[in-house]
């Protein structure tokens, strides 16, 4: 079957490691029988400078005609100094709301090859594996009333922490389908001992949890609770789910435990569309220097093929190429340490799509 991916590389690093993804499609295209096309189009900055959106319209014409997303990273300085709806960020943010992407799934797993590149002892981070579920369309994000004015001879900066009942339902149901599959607990992060917002958050998945999913294990932590747990003892977590800012938040933390935020991939997923994005940012102090790591854009690739175009055996194969990569000791820059060799972000991919060619020679 044919399928078509929106391919947005965005901004600074972004640029160069969908190139790699799209080197890794190419050889599953000619090698093991997926029939993908791609075409591609600007978000973030270069969306701005092609046509004065961050989210061009002819952007928006191409997502809604194609079976998944493909996106690189958005932002940069140069564009820092415009108004905050013309921003890169804002481009992302628009396509998130409206491809309705409300469930972010950001897997932080521990590889075994990479224990010694995180900033915390191996015995700590061993067996690592942990699914963020982050509510990514609503909360304080999206809240009304928002904005900066004059209250009081001062000014004044609100934003608004709001869920909807069904809103919180839909995100909890997610991840405890999530963990069914995985080690079946969840943990719902939240702020229940201040904000009302949470206190209605934490009620809710209670009783869906007490409704439809009994044979889950589930938690509840604060917030701030969380984040210290995170790296006291991150294997106490299998799924968090948490509202957007928050996982936000924790997300990063998350990824850090395992070494490396350029390993990361993550799947957006709403009712209708699908994006697949790294969960690391444009990088631009090493832009254009073909030593960003595109693993993180390749695994999305291999989400991509397993959650949107019903191929787990070629998802199951690129993330086995991957990690015989790393089995291999090839690594970019951010890899390496105790005076490691490295490859570049071209060589990176190359290496993947060798590992792929090898395995089907074998
Ligand atoms: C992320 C990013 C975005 C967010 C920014 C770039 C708007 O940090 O995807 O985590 O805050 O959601
Ligand atoms: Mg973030």
Same mark, same amino acid.
């Given at each position: 079957?044919?399928?078509?991916?929106?391919?947005?590389?965005?901004?600074?690093?972004?640029?160069?490691?969908?190139?790699?993804?799209?080197?890794?499609?190419?050889?599953?295209?000619?090698?093991? !029988?997926?029939?993908?096309?791609?075409?591609?189009?600007?978000?973030?900055?270069?969306?701005?400078?092609?046509?004065?959106?961050?989210?061009?319209? =002819?952007?928006?014409?191409?997502?809604?005609?194609?079976? =998944?997303?493909?996106?690189?990273?958005? !932002?940069?300085?140069?564009?820092?100094?415009?108004?905050?709806?013309?921003?890169?960020?804002?481009?992302?943010?628009?396509?998130?709301?409206?491809?309705?992407?409300?469930?972010?799934?950001?897997?932080?797993?521990?590889?075994?090859?990479?224990?010694?590149?995180?900033?915390?002892?191996?015995?700590?981070?061993?067996?690592?594996?942990?699914?963020?579920?982050?509510?990514?369309?609503?909360?304080?994000?999206?809240?009304?009333? *928002?904005?900066?004015?004059?209250?009081?001879?001062?000014?004044?900066?609100?934003?608004?922490? !709001?869920?909807?009942?069904?809103?919180?339902?839909?995100? =909890?149901?997610?991840?405890?389908?999530?963990?069914?599959?995985?080690?079946?607990?969840?943990?719902?992060?939240?702020?229940?001992?201040?904000?009302?917002?949470?206190?209605?958050? *934490?009620?809710?998945?209670?009783?869906?949890?007490?409704?439809?999913?009994?044979?889950?294990?589930?938690?509840?932590?604060?917030?701030?609770?969380?984040?210290?747990?995170?790296?006291?003892?991150?294997?106490?977590?299998?799924?968090?789910?948490?509202?957007?800012?928050?996982?936000?938040?924790?997300?990063?933390?998350?990824? %850090?435990?395992? !070494?490396?935020?350029?390993?990361?991939?993550?799947?957006?997923? +709403?009712?209708?569309?699908?994006?697949?994005?790294?969960?690391? +940012?444009?990088?631009?102090?090493?832009?254009?220097?073909?030593?960003?790591?595109?693993?993180?854009?390749?695994?999305?690739?291999? %989400?991509?093929?397993?959650?949107?175009?019903?191929?787990?055996?070629?998802?199951?194969?690129?993330? *086995?190429?991957?990690?015989?990569?790393?089995?291999?000791?090839?690594?970019?820059?951010?890899?390496?340490?105790?005076?490691?060799?490295?490859?570049?972000?071209?060589?990176? +991919?190359?290496?993947?799509?060798?590992?792929?060619?090898?395995?089907?020679?074998?």
């Amino acid at each position: 079957m044919s399928v078509k991916i929106a391919v947005l590389p965005g901004d600074g690093i972004g640029i160069e490691i969908v190139d790699e993804a799209l080197k890794v499609l190419d050889v599953l295209n000619k090698h093991f !029988g997926l029939d993908a096309h791609w075409e591609k189009a600007g978000i973030g900055g270069a969306g701005y400078d092609e046509s004065g959106d961050p989210y061009p319209e =002819a952007t928006q014409k191409l997502v809604h005609a194609c079976d =998944a997303v493909l996106l690189g990273a958005v !932002g940069g300085p140069k564009w820092e100094s415009l108004a905050k709806p013309l921003r890169p960020e804002a481009g992302l943010l628009r396509i998130r709301e409206d491809l309705g992407l409300f469930a972010n799934y950001r897997p932080s797993k521990v590889q075994r090859q990479l224990l010694d590149a995180s900033t915390l002892k191996p015995e700590v981070i061993e067996g690592v594996d942990i699914l963020v579920v982050r509510e990514l369309v609503s909360g304080i994000y999206f809240g009304k009333p *928002r904005g900066i004015e004059e209250r009081d001879g001062e000014r004044y900066g609100f934003n608004t922490m !709001g869920y909807r009942e069904s809103e919180i339902r839909r995100i =909890a149901r997610k991840a405890f389908e999530a963990a069914r599959l995985r080690s079946n607990r969840v943990c719902s992060v939240e702020k229940a001992n201040v904000l009302d917002v949470s206190e209605l958050w *934490r009620s809710v998945v209670i009783e869906l949890h007490k409704e439809e999913f009994s044979d889950v294990e589930l938690s509840h932590m604060y917030v701030d609770n969380a984040a210290m747990q995170l790296i006291r003892n991150p294997r106490q977590f299998d799924v968090i789910v948490t509202g957007n800012l928050f996982g936000d938040i924790l997300s990063d933390e998350a990824s %850090m435990l395992t !070494g490396s935020i350029g390993m990361l991939p993550s799947a957006s997923i +709403g009712e209708k569309f699908a994006m697949y994005e790294p969960i690391h +940012g444009s990088a631009p102090d090493i832009a254009g220097q073909d030593k960003a790591n595109p693993l993180a854009t390749i695994l999305s690739v291999a %989400m991509m093929l397993r959650f949107s175009l019903d191929r787990v055996d070629l998802a199951d194969l690129l993330e *086995r190429a991957v990690e015989q990569t790393l089995d291999a000791g090839v690594r970019t820059v951010d890899l390496a340490f105790n005076g490691e060799a490295s490859v570049s972000c071209s060589g990176m +991919g190359d290496a993947v799509c060798k590992q792929l060619l090898a395995i089907s020679e074998a």
